[in-house]
């Protein structure tokens, strides 16, 4: 699981969000902003990473804090090969997708993602997860709270081709998932679970 200190710093964070969002009094307000200032030095010293920038991130946060929606998706060709993306980023395979934006839901999300990433359209055939990306070690250190959707898709167009977040795509068969995934994005139970909701549409969905 992930350490003590970040789940306590990222609940701090909410709290001082929060808190400014709905605080009138002038004196309570500053006490929240302090509140944000500990919240950020408290996940910046374990980290190694710059209390002043941390605490602007913080600050950008505005409203009664909740988690932030991830979406990924399980994209299988008719020959039950599932689709993975090279990322730019690490140069690692993970399955497709990103953050949902706002006025998407959350199908039309995972189609976009889809589509910017490798190329391909797809039909949103099923919710198989919803995962508490905190329970899901091991992951990145982040400073937000995170809920993943994940959706098993089947392809019904497009063609490959890569973008400023990918370099490569691909399918696979279940015995030939490569090695390097890019686990902060994608782990092999994820890849495992979308195969298996794949084959057995009658599973219900996944949740923590």
């Not at 199908?107 to 889809?114: H, T, V």
Request: net charge negative; proline share 7%; with cysteine.
């Amino acid at each position: 699981m992930e350490p003590d200190w970040l789940a306590w710093a990222r609940q701090l964070q909410a709290i001082a969000q929060t808190g400014l969002a709905y605080a009138q009094d002038p004196f309570d307000r500053e006490r929240y902003q302090q509140v944000r200032a500990v919240a950020a030095r408290m996940m910046a010293a374990p980290a190694g990473l710059d209390p002043i920038r941390l605490e602007a991130l913080f600050a950008a946060e505005e409203g009664y804090a909740t988690p932030k929606v991830g979406v990924r998706a399980g994209a299988f060709r008719d020959d039950g090969a599932i689709l993975l993306v090279r990322e730019a980023l690490d140069g690692r395979w993970s399955l497709p997708g990103g953050w949902a934006d706002v006025n998407q839901a959350p199908s039309e999300s995972i189609a976009r993602e889809i589509r910017e990433e490798s190329g391909f359209e797809v039909r949103v055939r099923k919710l198989a997860a919803v995962y508490d990306q905190e329970r899901r070690p091991p992951a990145p250190l982040r400073p937000f709270h995170i809920y993943r959707l994940f959706f098993v898709c089947d392809i019904t167009g497009g063609s490959a081709r890569t973008s400023i977040e990918t370099t490569e795509t691909g399918f696979f068969a279940d015995t030939e998932i490569p090695a390097d995934l890019s686990l902060g994005r994608t782990q092999p139970e994820h890849i495992a679970r979308m195969f298996a909701h794949y084959r057995n549409p009658d599973l219900p969905t996944e949740f923590d």
